[in-house]
C-alpha cells in the first residue's frame, strides 16, 4: 500500500474499487477454504480413510493469511486517507497565514534559526493542518559559512515543548529534493504526520504553556529539561553531542562529519539510542528489583511472598524500559523493543511460553500497527533483520558464535572473537539492505563493534544517563561535571581506533545500486544461510550476494550519452555519462559549514551508478549556487581533470581560509546545531586537487566514446579575479557542448542574454537538449537563442518557490512555443535525458516514481 502512486476513489458506498475487489477476494479465500475442509471429510467419511490433518491446516493457514493481508492493506490504506485529508488548503499555500499553535516537539536549535513541531490549534483563515513544522530564521543572514568570529548570534526566546504561540507563517505543502535512490524528505515528513511547512514572519507572541496538554507534550517537556540541564557540563567537550544523544536520542547534535565517521566504521546504531540501550537499561532495572524484592519485607512478611520476585522485576523492567523510549524519542527501534520486552513480561506474567520469533512477529505486528508509515523507515527494516540474525547466530538456526573454548579463545580474548563473529553475521546478513539503503558497506564494521559495543553500551550509556539524572539534582553540579569528564574520556578512547579505522582507504566499500531482483536473490540467500545446522549446502546462501555486491549499472554505448540533471534545489549540478567516462557540470549549492549539495545529492547519486571516478569536472563560474559543493566532491572522489572560469586552487584556499577562521565561532550551541557537533569536530584541510586544473576558454577538448565535448564560451582564455561581481561571474560562464553520435546537448551556466546574442552571431546551431541558463532568469533564454537551438527538451534547475522566481512564466513559454518540452527540477526532480541508439528519452523522477501523499508527482 505504502507504494501505490495515489490511493483510489471512493465509491458511493463508502469502498474503494480495489477494498471492494480484496473484500470479495476474501471472501472467495475463506470459501474455498471451507470448501476444501468439507470435501475432504466428506472423502475421509466415504472411504473410510482418516483425514489429513496437514492438507486441512495448509488450506487454513492459506485462507487465514490472505485474510488477515488484506485486511492490513485496507487497515493502512484507510489510516492513509484520514492523514490525506488533514491538508494545506491550496488557497492558503505560499501566503501569509496567522496561526495560534502549540511547540510539539523538542525544538532544533541552529546558530541562526529553531526548527519545531507544533500542533496547530487555530488559524485565520482556516483550512491549516492540525500538525506542521516551523522554521523561525534569524533578522540576519551569515550565509552559508556561518557567522564571523566573535559575532554573538541573535538572541531568541526559549522555545519549550508545550508553548502556545501565535505567530504569523507563510505555509506551503512539504517539499523535497527527488533524486535517483534518493532520501524522500516528503515520505519522512508524512510518515511523522507533518502536513504543511510554515516560516515565521514578524514577531510571535507568547500566549500561555501547556507542559501537561498530554503524555507527549510532557515526554517532549523532559527531554527539553534535560537537555538544557546537560549543556552546561557538555558543551566544551569533543564527543560532548553523542553523549546528548545517547541519554535522549537528540541526534541534531551530531554534526555531519561525524556521521560519516559512524557510517564508515558501523556504529551508527550505537548513536542512536537503539534496541540494545533500551534492553540493558531495563535489566539493570529488572535485576535491581529482582535483588530488593527478595529481601525487603512488608508488614513481617518478605515481599516476594506477595508477589513473585521475577514478576516485580518485570514489571519495574518495563515501565523503566517506556520511561526510556519516550525520553528518546519513541522512535522505531525503541518502539521494537519496548514491544518486544512487552510481549516477554506478559509472557511471564500468564506463563506462556513464546519462541523469539513469535515475540519478534508480535513486535513487528504492534508496531506497524500502531503507525502503518513505519515501513518506510529503513530503521524498521535494519533494526527487525538484525534481531533476526541475532537470534538466528545465537541460536540452533545456524552456526553458534560462540567457539569452544580453549586456552587462546578464554577470558576477554574469548568474548571479543565471539563478539566479531556475531557482528560479523549481522553485518553479513544486512549487506543486500545497506547495499540498496546507503551503497556503501563498512568493513571494518565487525572489529569496530566488537570493542565499541560493550564501551558504549555497557559504560558509556550508563554514564551518560547517570549524568542526566545528575545534572537535574540541585548542587550536583560538581558530580555532574566529574562524570561527564569520565564518560566523555570512556568514548573519546573508543573513537581513537574508530577513527583511525574509518580513515583506512578501504574502511567501506561503494556498492551500486543493484535491482530489485538481485536484492530479492540476495534476501533469499540470507534465508538459506540461516536455515537450522544440518540443511546440505546451507552456507553456500552467502553467496547468493555476488550479483548485489559485484552488480555495474549499465553504461551507454560508444556515440551515446546519458544526462542527468539533479534535483538540488535552488543551484545547478548535472552528471553527463558516456560508455567510459563521466562529466560532472557543477557541483550545486553550500546549504551550513559543513553540508552542500555534493555530499548530500551528487556524491551519493555517483556512488549508487557505480561511478568511482570523476573524468572531468567543469565549474561554470563563481556563484555559490554552482561552486558550493566542489569540495564535497574532490573530498569524495578523484577527478582527473578540471575546468573552471576562475582560479579553483586559489577559490579552495580562500574556502578552507574562511572554513577555519569562523569554525569556532558557532558557540555554545553548537551540540544542538544540524551543522556541527562542537569545538574541533573535523580538521579543516585543503581537499585534494584533481590532476589537472585549466582555465576554459573557446576550445574543442576532443572525442571520448564517440562523444564530442567542446566550450564554447567564454571567448577569452584565464581566469577572472575571485573579487568580481556575481554579473560578471555570470557573463563568463562556461558553456559546454557536448555532441554524441546521434544528439547534442548544451550546458550554457548563467550565461545572459547579451552573451547568448553573442553565441548566436558566432554561429551557433541546433542542439536536442538544452539546460536553461540561469536557471531560467528572464534576463536568459533571448528568442533569437532559443529560435536557433530549435530544442526538443530544455530543463531548468531551479528550487521550488524560490525568492528569483526561477524559472520565468516568460521564458517557460517562449521555449515551449518553439516545440520543447519544459522541465523543471523544482516541480519533476531529477530529469534523466538519454541518447541511445538515435532514440531521445527523458524521464522526470516525480513521474517515474510517485507516491500517494504527493498526488500527479507533486506536480500542479
Not at 537537555?227 to 554534526?255: F, K, N, T, Y
Not at 522512535?331 to 506478559?346: D, E, Q, S
Not at 550509556?461 to 561535571?481: K, N
Not at 563563481?622 to 573530498?635: A, E, I, N, Q
Amino acid at each position: 500500500m505504502q507504494l501505490l502512486p495515489a490511493l483510489p476513489p471512493r465509491l458511493q458506498f463508502g469502498l474503494t474499487p480495489p477494498e471492494t475487489l480484496l473484500m470479495g477476494l476474501m471472501f472467495v479465500a475463506v470459501l474455498g477454504a471451507a470448501c476444501c475442509c468439507r470435501v475432504r471429510r466428506s472423502v475421509a467419511s466415504r472411504t473410510g480413510t482418516m483425514r489429513s490433518p496437514g492438507a486441512v491446516n495448509i488450506g487454513v493457514a492459506t485462507a487465514c493469511i490472505t485474510l488477515f493481508a488484506l485486511t492490513g492493506f485496507i487497515y493502512g490504506a484507510a489510516r492513509a486517507e484520514l492523514r490525506l485529508s488533514d491538508a494545506l488548503d491550496p488557497a492558503n499555500e505560499d501566503k501569509v497565514t496567522r496561526v495560534v499553535l502549540r511547540v510539539a516537539e523538542l525544538p532544533r536549535l541552529g546558530s541562526e534559526s529553531r526548527l519545531f513541531v507544533a500542533d496547530v490549534l487555530s488559524s485565520v483563515p482556516d483550512g491549516v493542518p492540525s500538525r506542521i513544522q516551523v522554521r523561525w530564521n534569524s533578522t540576519r543572514y551569515s550565509g552559508p559559512y556561518g557567522p564571523r568570529a566573535g559575532k554573538p548570534p541573535e538572541a531568541f526566546p526559549e522555545i519549550v515543548p508545550g508553548q502556545v504561540w501565535r505567530m504569523a507563517l507563510v505555509l506551503r505543502k512539504p517539499h523535497g529534493a527527488r533524486n535517483p535512490g534518493g532520501f524522500d524528505y516528503e515520505g519522512h515528513v508524512f510518515a511523522q504526520g507533518i502536513r504543511a511547512s510554515g516560516t515565521v514572519r514578524g514577531t510571535p507572541v507568547l500566549l500561555g504553556d501547556e507542559p501537561w496538554a498530554g503524555l507527549a507534550i510532557a515526554a517532549q517537556r523532559a527531554r527539553h529539561v534535560v537537555r538544557e540541564a546537560m549543556l552546561p557540563h557538555i558543551g566544551e567537550l569533543r564527543w560532548g553531542g553523542v553523549l546528548l544523544a545517547l541519554a535522549i536520542g537528540d541526534q541534531a547534535s551530531v554534526g555531519p562529519n561525524d556521521w560519516i565517521t559512524f557510517n564508515r566504521s558501523g556504529l551508527t546504531h550505537l548513536v542512536s539510542i537503539s534496541g540494545s540501550h533500551v534492553t540493558m537499561i531495563a535489566a539493570l532495572a529488572g535485576m535491581l528489583v529482582n535483588v530488593l524484592w527478595r529481601r525487603l519485607r512488608w508488614r513481617g512478611r518478605v515481599l516476594a511472598e506477595r508477589l513473585p520476585a521475577q514478576l516485580a522485576a518485570a514489571t519495574v523492567a518495563l515501565v523503566v524500559a517506556w520511561l526510556y523510549c519516550l525520553l528518546a524519542g519513541w522512535g522505531v527501534p525503541a518502539r521494537r523493543t519496548f514491544v518486544m520486552l512487552a510481549v516477554l513480561a506478559v509472557s511471564l506474567s500468564l506463563r506462556v511460553p513464546l519462541q523469539p520469533t513469535h515475540v519478534l512477529a508480535l513486535a513487528a505486528f504492534a508496531v506497524v500497527l500502531l503507525d502503518p508509515w513505519s515501513l518506510l523507515s529503513s530503521g524498521f527494516w535494519l533494526s527487525f533483520l538484525a534481531v533476526y540474525v541475532l537470534m538466528a547466530s545465537t541460536g540452533w538456526w545456524g552456526s553458534e558464535t560462540a567457539a569452544p573454548q580453549t586456552a587462546l579463545r578464554r577470558g576477554w580474548l574469548g568474548v571479543l572473537h565471539a563478539a566479531a563473529r556475531l557482528q560479523l553475521a549481522i553485518t553479513l546478513a544486512l549487506l543486500p539492505v545497506l547495499a540498496l539503503l546507503f551503497s556503501e558497506i563498512s568493513l571494518v564494521s565487525p572489529l569496530a563493534n566488537a570493542y565499541a559495543i560493550p564501551v558504549i553500551g555497557l559504560l558509556v550509556t550508563p554514564l551518560a544517563l547517570l549524568l542526566a539524572g545528575l545534572s537535574l539534582v540541585p548542587g550536583a553540579e560538581g558530580a555532574a561535571g566529574g562524570l561527564a569528564v569520565v564518560a566523555h574520556g570512556l568514548l573519546q578512547v573508543c573513537m581513537w581506533p574508530t577513527q583511525w579505522l574509518a580513515a583506512l582507504p578501504g574502511a567501506s566499500v561503494p556498492v551500486a545500486a543493484a535491482p530489485w531482483w538481485a536484492t530479492a536473490f540476495a534476501l533469499v540467500g540470507v534465508a538459506i544461510a540461516l536455515l537450522p545446522r544440518g540443511f546440505p549446502y546451507r552456507s553456500m546462501g552467502w553467496a547468493f550476494m555476488l550479483p548485489v555486491l559485484t552488480w555495474v549499472p549499465p553504461r551507454p554505448a560508444p556515440g551515446d550519452w546519458a544526462l542527468h540533471a539533479l534535483d538540488v534545489g535552488q543551484g545547478s549540478a548535472v552528471v553527463v555519462q558516456t560508455a567510459r567516462h563521466v562529466v560532472v557540470f557543477d557541483t550545486g549549492a553550500r546549504y551550513s559549514p559543513d553540508a552542500d549539495a555534493a555530499q548530500r545529492v551528487v556524491v551519493p547519486f555517483l556512488r549508487s551508478r557505480g561511478i568511482h571516478r570523476v573524468d572531468m569536472l567543469v565549474v561554470s563560474h563563481g556563484d555559490m549556487d554552482h561552486v558550493g559543493g566542489t569540495r564535497s566532491l574532490l573530498d569524495a572522489l578523484p577527478v582527473q581533470q578540471a575546468y573552471a572560469s576562475f582560479d579553483l586552487e586559489a577559490w579552495l584556499v580562500h574556502e578552507t581560509r574562511t572554513l577555519v577562521q569562523r569554525a569556532p565561532a558557532v558557540g555554545r550551541q553548537q551540540l544542538t546545531d544540524a551543522g556541527s557537533s562542537g569545538p574541533g569536530t573535523s580538521v579543516i584541510s585543503q581537499p585534494p586537487l584533481p590532476r589537472a586544473v585549466n582555465a576554459c576558454a573557446y576550445s574543442d577538448l576532443g572525442v571520448a566514446d564517440g562523444v564530442r565535448f567542446q566550450f564554447l564560451w567564454p571567448l577569452e582564455s584565464g581566469h577572472l579575479d575571485l573579487r568580481a561581481g556575481s554579473r560578471d561571474r555570470n557573463r563568463r560562464s562556461c558553456v559546454l557542448r557536448v555532441q554524441g553520435a546521434h544528439h547534442a546537448v548544451l550546458l550554457p551556466g548563467d550565461i545572459g542574454a547579451d552573451e547568448e546574442h553573442a553565441l548566436v552571431e558566432r554561429g551557433l546551431y541546433g542542439a536536442d537538449v538544452v539546460l536553461a541558463a540561469h536557471h531560467g532568469s528572464r534576463h536568459s533564454s533571448a528568442q533569437a537563442f532559443v529560435t536557433t537551438l530549435q530544442a526538443q527538451h530544455a530543463v531548468a534547475q531551479a528550487a521550488r518557490w524560490n525568492r528569483y522566481g526561477h524559472p520565468a512564466a516568460a521564458v517557460r513559454r517562449r521555449w515551449q512555443a518553439h516545440g520543447a518540452s519544459f522541465w523543471e527540477t523544482g516541480r519533476h526532480g531529477a530529469v534523466t535525458v538519454r541518447s541511445q541508439g538515435g532514440e531521445l528519452s527523458v524521464q522526470a523522477e516525480r513521474l517515474r516514481r510517485p507516491r500517494y501523499w504527493s498526488p500527479g508527482g507533486g506536480i500542479d
